[in-house]
RNA sequence: GCGAGAGUGGUGAAAUUGGUAGACACGCUAGAUUUAGGAUCUAGUGCCGAAAGGCGUGGGGGUUCGAGUCCCCCCUCUCGUACCA
């Protein structure tokens, strides 16, 4: 070999490190400081990885290797998250097993992850969909039921008969389901359903401690929705229907009861039947149909425009006895609150809206805007007024004041009382599929009942049929001999459940599987738990704000409330990859007779021909491209990857072109982690450049060797190796700073930027020497592992530094014992202060703010003011500019500026 | 609508507490070398200007000796969310 070629020396090092398990972690040495580094579970498709995945893996994985120089104890796995949709759709449009489906697919994954170097404990790999680890997933169940969290409920779902599954709200998307896009309609099903409500509370105030990035702390607040108010209630006026029927509604602005100019109830409320008149019975039955025909997406639709129909009855305010019409409308929901509002037509846009339509009163509360013109909903600086009755007044003080004293009155009354609502939901917790965990749970005499522990894990039965029933009933069901069972306990006939869990489940918990994967008391063996928990660091994308976390946290702080964990939060840290889009496209429009017409960001007719250009083919004019040399404007942006767009990259094929240390590289020198950014293949031509530079820093491509600048140093007649200058130590030490504060402060791609600058340098060394060059690629082999594995063993080659293949290294340290042929464990380099400081420092030098020279000054006089000044005033161009009038000042910012102002 | 984040060269991006804007890389220009190369090396490259100098971090104000960074107003983009009472 002589040039850099990945291909040769990259499976090299992949296979000894997976033949000797450099990366197993040692899970008897709890006393040294652990690193739990978790990339989110990789659902194994068929397409394989995309370039997404080795971006937040290859950040996992240079924390992982340096921490583990750095002397932690590392835990960095992965697993699979097996179970989901698309195998089982595969299957049946195939008849292939999914878990035939699945387990190609993971080991298609497992061959690509192994080609990118990332150095995970392959011996803790984890599968949703292996019985053994699903048997925990159950037990979790089981565990979640006894806490009385877990329970059936007939419920309308969002069936999709396309999928012939029931979706969780999450999964659907403006109507639509968020896998293949099919229509979703509702319709009342038995479910099994998670209180996550119960845990509404704490999931949302211990977010607070957490390190994560704010705006998924936020999503989350949101998604919980916490509201506080009041319930109040509202008695139905005698004779408008049965006796001692109230409405009860939920309301954030108890301060605007006395404006309550009519009522609305979700149309599914239960008491609609028992109030709507006779007169009323027939357009109000109608307008139900109509609403529970809706789904998610019609409803949204008709956002816009405002429907509802009166019941005929009457509700009586409490504050002040006025008899108000109670009407429904979909515009309040069934699912949140009580279903019911008060309507306060004066504060609230909605309700003003629906006033406006039907012609209902608007009466002013709170003073401060115009109600005849628009409600007024500012909640801070408004003042009450019209709001008082014989007992009590809220006129004249501020809507936060007057919420405090009219919710006291309602409770001294009885008539209302403080409450807080949240829009959190319970947890759907079943789906009518076969590739999914069976639940743990059988039903006798039609009650369902938990199987006892030893009986799991209830495995899936074999079956060639995939297909949903027509019914609605899953696929499970026609699995006659596994469905009928007998109870374990009694012996009389039982049928098993037959939905499965969401995949949701295995991921909530899978982070505690790879501490102890073979653990068979428990689904983690508490002592390694509470040596390894909390993950210190989980890096996945955005994708997964709420759902996945929520239920996480959700799973996790019931394992905690049963003592199965010790910590309250699963994940410490977390951060989020940026979505790494398409390449940069320039698109031009025609229209139908062929002329260009210049590109809107408002809106381009689809009768437009689109035109991709190349990038010479267009220039920038202003904050816009054009077409080179006309006016017309064309759309410059990167596009999400998409197949249909045909701008998907695959990692495989930069693999082969450029070696998977270039792909790790690039990816990281691309910008920050967090950030969306466009791929380039330039871009990544720019960093196998640097890779071969780095190369022939230490190579000579004509003999396969060192090349003579190292050789030099090191000396073939056996003298000591030459000794690095001062200015090669500044450098080298000046790196190693830079890289290891920003690897701490994941600043990835200034990391790389810095070992650039110091190969750069050291290319100029007519004698490079090895005491350099090996601190250097230490701090390379996180961000480029093969390479620099390859360059530190013939570097050991030529020194005989490197002990023979057998011995080992650390193990007096407690570090796992591996061949010391590897870098892989070697102390991480510490950089001295002494060695970086400059002989000498520059000072900028401005008049009136304005840089006009530089002085260069000794180091041991930088302090010096007047030295410095006396200085700056003797640079040519300052004095010619210090001339132009009298100093009035003169800043003087040590080891950086001058300033002199001038008059 | 609401919430969060972001606007810096032709491109991806750098820039301690306010202290020389554009590091590093791509691209481009010129040259060297090579049978050839998506190879390598050298020099240049924010804009205007021959130069002196001027102008420059989405736009407009402000604070300061000094603002990409701090304050106020506005614009644009991205992500999330959507009748949540």
Known sequence: MKEYRPAEIEPKWQQYWLENKTFRTDDSDRVRQKYYVLDMFPYPSSSGLHVGHPEGYTATDILARYKRMKGFNVLHPIG???????????????????????????????????????????????????????????????????????????????????????LANEEVIDGKSEVGGFPVERRPMRQWMLKITVYAERLLQDLDDLDWPESIKE???????????????????????????????????????????????????????????????????????????????????????????????????????????????????????????????????????????????IVEVVKGGDVTKEAYVDSEEGICVNSANDEVSINDLPVPEAKKVITTWLEKKELGRYAVTYKLRDWLFSRQRYWGEPFPVIHVDGQ??????????????????????????????????????TDPETGKPAVRETNTMPQWAGSCWYYLRYISPDYEKGPVDP?????????????????????????????????????????????????????????????????????????DKNGMSDDFERVKLQEKDVEKRGDRFVIKDTDTVVDARSFKMSKSRGNVINPDDVVELYGADALRLYEMFMGPLEQVKPWSMQGVEGVYRFLKRVWRLIMDEETDGVNQAVARSVNSDGSPPVKPDRAQLKILHETIRKVTEDIEGHRFNTAISALMIFTNEAMKWEVRPVEVLK??????????????????????????????????????????????????????????????KDDSKTYAVQVNGKVRGQVEVPADRAADKDFVLDAARNEPTVSRHLEKGRVVKEIFVPNRVINFVVK
């Open 80 to 166: 699979w998250d097996a179970f989901g949709l698309p195998a089982e759709q595969y299957a049946i449009k195939t008849g292939t097993h999914p878990g035939v489906t699945t387990n190609n697919n993971v080991d298609g994954f497992r061959r690509q992850l192994q080609a990118l170097g990332f150095s995970y404990d392959w011996d803790r790999e984890v599968n949703t969909t292996d019985p053994a680890y699903y048997r925990w997933t159950q037990w979790i169940f089981l565990k979640l039921y006894e806490q009385g969290l877990a329970y059936e409920a007939s419920v309308p779902v969002n069936w999709c008969p396309e999928l012939g599954t029931v």
């Open 219 to 361: 999503m989350q607040r949101n998604w919980i929705g916490k509201s506080e108010g009041a319930h109040v209630v509202f008695p139905l006026k005698a004779g408008s229907a049965d006796t001692g029927e109230s409405i009860e509604v939920f309301t954030t602005r108890p301060d605007t009861l006395f404006g309550a100019t009519y009522m609305v109830l979700a149309p599914e409320h239960p008491l609609v039947d028992r109030i709507a008149t006779a007169e009323q019975k027939q357009a109000v039955d109608g307008y139900r149909e109509t609403a529970a025909r809706k789904t998610d997406l019609d409803r949204t639709d008709l956002n816009k425009d405002k429907t509802g129909v009166f019941t005929g009855a009457y509700a009586v305010n409490p504050v002040n006895n006025e008899e108000i019409p109670v009407w429904i409308a979909d515009y309040v929901m069934m699912s949140y609150g009580t279903g019911a509002i008060m309507a306060v037509p004066g504060h609230d846009e909605r309700d003003w809206e629906f006033a406006r339509k039907y012609d209902l009163p």
């Open 448 to 485: 369902p009942k938990p199987l006892p522990e030893d009986h799991l894990p209830v495995t899936l039965p074999e079956m060639d049929d995939f297909e949903p029933t027509k019914t609605g009933e899953p696929p499970l069901a026609k699995a006659r001999e596994w469905v009928n069972t």
């Open 527 to 599: 002592e390694l738990e509470k040596y390894w928990m909390p993950v210190d660091l989980y890096v996945g994308g955005a994708e997964h704000a709420v759902l996945h976390l929520l239920y996480a946290r959700f799973w996790h702080k019931v394992l905690f409330d049963i003592g199965v964990v010790s910590t309250k939060e699963p994940f410490h840290r977390l951060v989020n990859q940026g979505m790494i889009l398409g390449e940069l496209e320039f698109t031009a429009y025609r229209d139908a007779g062929g002329n260009y017409i210049s590109f």
């Open 775 to 836: 601190p250097f690629l230490l701090i390379l082999s996180p961000f480029a592992p093969h390479l620099a594995e390859e360059m530190w063993e013939r570097l050991g080659e030529l020194t005989g530094v490197t002990a023979a293949a057998g011995t080992t290294t650390g193990s007096s340290t407690g570090v796992p014992q591996v061949p010391a042929r590897t870098l892989a464990y070697e102390p991480w380099p510490a950089y001295e202060e002494a060695l970086l």
